[in-house]
């Protein structure tokens, strides 16, 4: 018999549960037509785990995620716990995750589906085709980095400190993540840093190269400066395969590439960590956007992002690309039928409801298998 893949199902709040809803239908529609054993479990994260357990997640839920195959999370946020000191707030759960399951690689593909081709905020000429892919180290860089803080001076003045720092180690790790997805799709990296004004991002220039050299001589490298990139996203989005980058910058050039696609409910995103000693690799799975308390419970949240995650978990963790690639077709489908939800629907189309997309989406499943 397989051995089933444990998968911990983390829905959270606001918009959440109810898109991850329309995943589970998905998982179960691959348990039943396609013999993919599964181990679902379920648990409250955010302030649905707040509300429940007084604290946003517990000890148990971030040792159940240790022993997952991988973590599929809706979002996190909850306005009711906004004036709560920080350990208070739903926040808190994604970030202790991230943290303790020591995440240090964030994957933000930028996909543009051709039917969503007039959402975007570039002209169609330059955005069609766009199949991008960031990898943004999360652990380390500025935002990590010491000594930090805010000191008063001599003369009572005060300062704001961040230090920007990294090791081989930190470079090389997340490098090889790019690397390695390089050679599933495209086979080209382009390596981004301010190495003309940054000894860290000349260290970084340096590491990616020797990496390259001696481990990936197949896959294409280029180094690209952070401010050019980001002019680049605009100019000429098509250009790139995969693009590996620090924190700081991966932070502002992951937001630049999601704008490419028209949509914050069509982007899903990995975060992986390293190998444990049980030979399963750290990660999990989410949508980009938020919990969305602005629509939450009206039954109108697009579900695509989240059931894209599951697609990506699919690849990555599962090892099952064919179904993941299934998945996503099943979206461009949907799509080109013109099916849209009201985020991404046009002025004057009419839009349908997350359930009605989700069942969309399986009904395409059932056409193309
Ligand atoms: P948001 O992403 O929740 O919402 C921004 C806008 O996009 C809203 O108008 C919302 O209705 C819309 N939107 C988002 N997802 C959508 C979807 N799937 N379908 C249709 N419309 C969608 O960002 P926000 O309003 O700044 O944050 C709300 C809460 O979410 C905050 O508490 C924030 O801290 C939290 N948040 C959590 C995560 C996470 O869990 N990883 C990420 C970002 C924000």
Not at 155 to 184: H, M
């Amino acid at each position: 018999m397989t051995t089933p893949y444990k998968i911990l199902l983390l829905p959270g709040d606001g918009i959440g549960p109810e898109i991850m809803g329309q995943a589970v239908k998905v998982l179960h529609w691959l348990r039943d037509k396609r013999g993919l054993a599964l181990e679902l479990s379920e648990d409250l994260v955010g302030g649905a785990s707040l509300a429940r357990y007084d604290t946003p997640i517990r000890d148990e839920v971030i040792a159940q995620a240790r022993q997952s195959d991988a973590v599929l999370f809706g979002s996190v946020g909850d306005p009711a716990w906004k004036n709560e000191p920080f350990d208070k707030r739903p926040e808190v759960a994604i970030l202790r995750l991230r943290k303790e399951l020591g995440l240090y690689a964030n994957l933000r593909p930028a996909h543009l589906f051709e039917a969503l081709l007039s959402a975007s905020a570039l002209k169609p000429d330059v955005v069609r085709g766009l199949d991008l892919m960031i990898v943004r180290e999360t652990v380390g860089g500025i935002y990590f980095g010491e000594p930090r803080g805010i000191e008063t001076l001599p003369d009572g003045s005060r300062r704001g400190i961040n230090t920007e720092v990294y090791t081989t180690a930190e470079i090389e790790r997340v490098a090889r993540v790019a690397f390695d997805l390089a050679r599933v799709r495209d086979g080209r990296v382009c390596s981004v840093e301010k190495g003309n004004v940054m000894e860290s991002g000349l260290l970084w220039r340096e590491v990616v190269t020797d990496l390259q050299k001696r481990d990936y001589p197949d896959v294409e490298l280029t180094h690209m400066l952070a401010d050019n990139c980001a002019m680049q996203l605009v100019r000429d989005p098509c250009q790139f395969d995969v693009l590996v980058t620090g924190n700081l910058f991966g932070d502002l050039l992951s937001d630049l590439a999601s704008m490419l696609t028209g949509s914050l409910g069509m982007l899903p995103s990995a975060t992986l960590g390293a190998v444990g000693s049980n030979g399963k690799r750290a990660a999990l799975y989410e949508p980009i956007h938020g919990s969305a308390p602005d629509i939450a419970g009206k039954g109108i949240a697009n579900p695509l992002a989240q059931i894209l995650s599951l697609a990506m978990m699919l690849r990555y963790s599962l090892n099952r690309a064919e179904e993941a690639a299934l998945i996503e077709k099943a979206v461009a489908q949907v799509l080109a039928r013109g099916l849209r939800t009201a985020d991404i629907a046009a002025k004057g189309e009419t839009s349908i409801g997350t359930e009605q997309m989700g069942e969309a989406v399986l009904k395409e499943m059932d056409v193309l298998s």
